[in-house]
Nanobody, 126 residues
Framework: VQLQASGGGLVQPGSSLRVSCAVSGITEDYVAIGWFRQAPGKEREGVSCISSVDDNTYYVDSVKGRFTISRDKTKNTARLQMNSLKPEDTAVYFC????????????????????WGQGTLVTVSS
């Protein structure tokens, strides 16, 4: 199983950025995706998630209304569209996957996800 995160970069406050996660090696259709981030000197935190079948989503309060998670099941790709970025959004962003047969399940507990990508750095600075 491999997850490849991409799309990070340096942007100014108020800008938008989209990070993507390509998932390979999982033949199951029931794959929930989570996005996490880790800022310098801080613990990893859950940002958003999307369920495998119903496309239920969840967002941590700090990104609600600014971030949107989506997935393209035919391409096994998940995306996190980030708008109105703030300096406090600066972090390494990780995607994670979990095979779960409850098609409505979505969670941001990092210990629920066995498969992880390598992370992509997002820096928001003027």
């Amino acid at each position: 199983v491999q997850l490849q995160a991409s799309g990070g970069g340096l942007v100014q406050p108020g800008s938008s950025l989209r990070v993507s996660c390509a998932v390979s090696g999982i033949t199951e259709d029931y794959v929930a995706i989570g996005w996490f981030r880790q800022a310098p000197g801080k613990e990893r935190e859950g940002v958003s998630c999307i369920s495998s079948v119903d496309d239920n989503t969840y967002y941590v309060d700090s990104v609600k209304g600014r971030f949107t998670i989506s997935r393209d099941k035919t391409k096994n790709t998940a995306r996190l569209q980030m708008n109105s970025l703030k300096p406090e959004d600066t972090a390494v962003y990780f995607c994670a996957a979990r095979v779960v047969y409850d098609g409505s399940w979505c969670g941001i507990d990092q210990y629920s996800y066995p498969y992880w990508g390598q992370g992509t750095l997002v820096t928001v600075s003027s």
